[in-house]
């Protein structure tokens, strides 16, 4: 049987040439054959694996769009800022959480191509994403949570609105931009988005 | 004493301002310290140079809803009065506004009443980093207790300087907060948006919004949203809404 053709799609290139590269291990199982950051999927492919890191859940047109535009399976591939229940308005077909190690990811992929729904794909206990290999700032040791975070910094949303958006409490939020400035070296938020900017986050997107 | 609706709002949307404890916990904590060492202390603002903006805390106490009063009601009539030392105002009782326009009077009254303040530096590495203003009801409060505020406050006490802004005017620059870190945040993005969409350096990118902002006609403001703006809709043209 041909392995699966995967387009995977991010708006991060560091994020996509990561997560890439741990699926190349699986490439009997699943081929990817496009990276892209838009929404226009050009290569033909079976599912497409919607990484939402850096997108904030409320208003996700970007989502609906690749679901209304494209004929492969959307799956959402995400942490619990971005609710399951959300995904599945946007219409996607299935979810799963950055919890799981890439084997499973990969099993996960394939029983929803296959027509299981996402309840084959169990939540990890840990929300941490094992199965995220690298993302903007990792060199400076901001974790994937601060570096999402800091990338909604970058493109000017206040903490309220990233709190309300990305289902986070607003101390939550705090608690992240605390630490990811420890990291930085920065004491305030136009110093971090100079941070960023000079670090590969694209204010842009 | 609490934070003013716009140093909540200040730190919460644009914060935390530091690495370590929450900032309005800080806040807090400093102002208790000095209430213990100055009762009569009813007022607090902190000025931070790196951030370009003032927080402040007032007792919540019906002598500081007073103070608001003060503020909002500036040079009106009624703090002229007390400025000037004409005695009570006195208003008809059938003005329907006359309660009203009485309790103006009796909040501007007692703002008058702020009796002393104090202004003490910030030093770090010998420079100036900010400034505290403490402010109490009573004269002379502070007289006699600079080193034990200044030790609380991790501020200067050679560098006192006694009723310096007896109007609490640090009150008014605080409630600009949200909105000049707004306008520094969009700033920001905006040259991140200018050097990415020229492929230049941002501080080049800074040169050339000023340069645009002054060929246009139109304020530096203006053209950092017209600029976001624009970057939004490059964005979008790429797919992404």
């Not at chain 2, 800074?206 to 203006?222: F, I, N, W, Y």
Request: glycine fraction near 6%.
């Amino acid at each position: 049987m041909r392995p699966i053709r995967l387009a995977l799609s991010n708006d991060y290139h560091v994020v996509l040439a990561g997560l890439a590269a741990m699926l190349s291990e699986y490439s009997d199982r699943v081929e990817v054959v496009v990276l892209t950051s838009d929404r226009d999927i050009t290569e033909e492919a079976d599912v497409i694996l919607y990484d939402t890191f850096g997108r904030l859940a409320q208003g996700d047109d970007k989502l609906r769009k690749i679901v209304e535009e494209n004929d492969a399976k959307v799956v959402v591939y995400s942490w619990d800022n971005y609710p399951v229940d959300v995904a599945r308005n946007h219409g996607a077909a299935g979810y799963i959480h950055k919890g799981l190690p890439p084997g499973e990811l990969v099993e996960a992929i394939l029983a929803i191509h296959q027509g299981s729904t996402d309840e084959s794909a169990p939540a990890p206990d840990s929300d941490e994403a094992r199965s995220m290999p690298s993302w903007p700032g990792q060199h400076a040791g901001l974790s994937p949570r601060e570096s999402e975070i800091l990338g909604f910094i970058a493109r000017g949303f206040t903490n309220e609105e990233i709190s309300r958006r990305a289902y986070l409490s607003i101390n939550t939020v705090k608690t992240y931009i605390r630490t990811a400035y420890r990291k930085m070296g920065v004491t305030s938020r136009a110093q971090a988005v100079g941070w960023a900017l000079r670090n590969g986050f694209d204010s842009e997107t | 004493m609490e934070p003013i609706p716009e140093t909540s709002e200040a730190i919460d949307e644009f914060g935390p301002f530091t690495t370590g404890s929450d900032l309005l916990e800080r806040l807090r904590e400093m102002s208790d310290l000095v209430t213990e060492i100055v009762p009569e202390c009813v007022g607090l603002s902190i000025a931070y140079r790196e951030h370009g903006v003032t927080f402040t805390l007032v007792a919540s106490d019906e002598t500081i809803a007073a103070l608001d009063g003060f503020q909002y009601v500036d040079d009106g009539p009624c703090v002229a009065a007390v400025r000037e030392d004409r005695g009570p105002v006195e208003f008809s009782a059938e003005d329907p506004l006359a309660e009203e326009r009485w309790h103006l009077f009796s909040r501007a009254c007692a703002a008058a009443g702020i009796a002393s303040t104090l202004t003490l530096p910030i030093m770090a590495d010998h420079t100036a980093v900010g400034s505290v203003n403490l402010y109490a009801a009573a004269p002379h409060a502070f007289t006699g207790k600079h080193t034990p505020l200044a030790h609380v406050l991790g501020a200067w006490a050679p560098g006192a300087v006694a009723n310096a802004d007896l109007s609490f005017d640090t009150r008014r620059t605080a409630q600009q907060a949200p909105q000049l870190l707004y306008e520094e945040t969009r700033l920001q993005v905006a040259l991140g948006i200018l050097a990415a969409l020229l492929d230049v350096s941002v501080d080049a990118a800074t040169a050339r919004l000023q340069d645009a902002a002054e060929r246009a006609g139109v304020s530096p403001t203006e053209m950092v949203e017209l600029i976001i703006e624009q970057g939004t809709s490059a964005s979008r043209d790429l797919g992404d809404a």
